[in-house]
């Protein structure tokens, strides 16, 4: 299996979106590929054939093919042995959407988190929207290649109308009565995601996460597992090595220090995390990173 990441893009700041294209040769094992993580995925395939499982359901693929995935589903995408195919993904956390600084609200992600009996993951071929949303992708992916005035702005705008479609032409999402509710839960997840990536460089226990928004541990961890698709110790580890692999790209800092500003309390325990959330040791990952520039 050889994957060429042709493009990744990510929009700085508090609040972050990534965009990166793939394009993936030979035979990928399921087992090797089934992943979950902290972020929403919105993909489209560019070209060649597959399949993806995602949850419980196995989905064919084909060029033009739009899925949306939530960061509960685990999912792995497996094309055959001669097979070329190539994956353009959108990949947004919650907080992107319904931070408090902007006007934007939880209703934009209904799509992944109030989902009907209707819903499929792969959007449906034949909904006269459907060409519209790839349309936008396509756009999308234009704004981040070329990067034009204020092109993370227009990313953001494009991507918003994709959601938008999504409510309004697919029966995927039920009417949620309780939008009160819903919101003052999303608030109660912004805080405490916002205090780790605020405090992600020091020792961030289960119970002052817990208090931040006056739950018990037990209660908190399936609470914070049901908007962000992963424990919070395991959360905590993937934004420490994210932001590990932004100093690895961009600055001349070694292992050690690197380690250090990122919350570990070890270069051991630095580079096991590293790899099993990106397959690779941090000095592999940054060798692989810059002689694919």
């Excluded at 405490?192 to 119970?207: A, G, Q, R, S």
Aim: charged share 30%; proline share 1%; net charge positive.
């Amino acid at each position: 299996m050889i994957i060429y990441e042709s493009n990744n893009t990510r929009i700085n700041g508090k609040y972050t979106l990534d965009f990166s294209s793939h394009t993936i040769e030979g035979e990928r094992r399921l087992e090797d590929v089934i992943d979950v993580h902290s972020k929403l995925e919105l993909s489209i395939v560019g070209y060649g054939t597959g399949k993806y499982y995602i949850g419980d359901k196995i989905y064919d693929m084909k060029k033009n093919d739009v899925f949306i995935i939530s960061n509960t589903d685990k999912h792995a995408l497996v094309m055959d042995k001669d097979e070329t195919l190539k994956n353009i993904v959108i990949h947004f956390e919650p907080r992107f959407i319904w931070s408090d600084n902007n006007n934007f609200d939880y209703r934009y992600l209904k799509i992944f988190f109030n989902r009907s009996k209707n819903f499929c993951h792969r959007l449906d071929r034949h909904n006269e929207a459907t060409e519209k949303i790839i349309s936008l992708f396509y756009e999308i992916e234009d704004e981040f290649n070329n990067k034009p005035l204020e092109y993370e702005l227009m990313a953001k705008v494009k991507l918003m109308n994709i959601l938008v479609l999504l409510l309004r032409h697919y029966n995927y999402v039920y009417d949620d009565k309780d939008h009160y509710q819903f919101k003052k839960e999303v608030q109660s997840i912004n805080k405490v995601t916002d205090y780790i990536h605020e405090n992600f460089d020091k020792k961030i226990k289960l119970e002052d996460l817990a208090a931040i928004v006056h739950m018990n541990t037990s209660y908190f961890s399936t609470f914070f597992k049901k908007f962000n698709g992963l424990a919070p110790s395991e959360y905590i580890s993937r934004i420490r090595i994210s932001k590990a692999m932004e100093l690895l790209e961009k600055t001349d800092k070694n292992i050690i220090e690197i380690c250090g500003m990122c919350g570990f309390n070890s270069t051991a325990s630095f580079n096991k995390m590293f790899k099993k959330i990106k397959h690779l040791t941090p000095s592999e990952y940054k060798k692989q990173y810059f002689n694919q520039k």
